[in-house]
């Protein structure tokens, strides 16, 4: 799916890319239904932080969501990158 006109990614802010992931702000298997575009390798970060439960509970809003320490310095790390970059994706240690 391409992006249309100036759309930003739901977590960085950036530009949309060519490849366009939807995340769900409150899990869909916690109920949520609403759904925002994201880059791929934001989308990648975003769950290998955070399980379903944190993101309904603590993180379903952007702002908290970028706050978080782990998040907020893959978002300086982003920043600069191409919106069609991509990286491997660590998983967190749980």
């Known amino acids: ?3 249309e006109g ?11 890319g060519k490849r366009i992931e939807w995340h769900h702000p409150v899990p869909k298997s916690r109920g949520g239904r609403e759904t925002r575009p994201i880059h791929p390798i934001c989308h990648r970060t975003v769950h290998a932080t955070f399980d379903n439960k944190a ?23 982003i920043a600069d990158k191409n919106p069609d970059f991509h990286a491997p994706t660590r998983k967190r240690k749980r």
Do not use: K, N, S, V
């Open 1 to 3: 799916m391409e992006a």
């Open 6 to 16: 100036d759309e930003r990614c739901f977590l960085c802010g950036r530009p949309l």
């Open 55 to 77: 993101l309904e509970r603590r993180y379903a809003d952007p702002d908290a969501l970028r706050a978080q320490p782990d998040i907020a310095a893959f978002l300086t790390w």
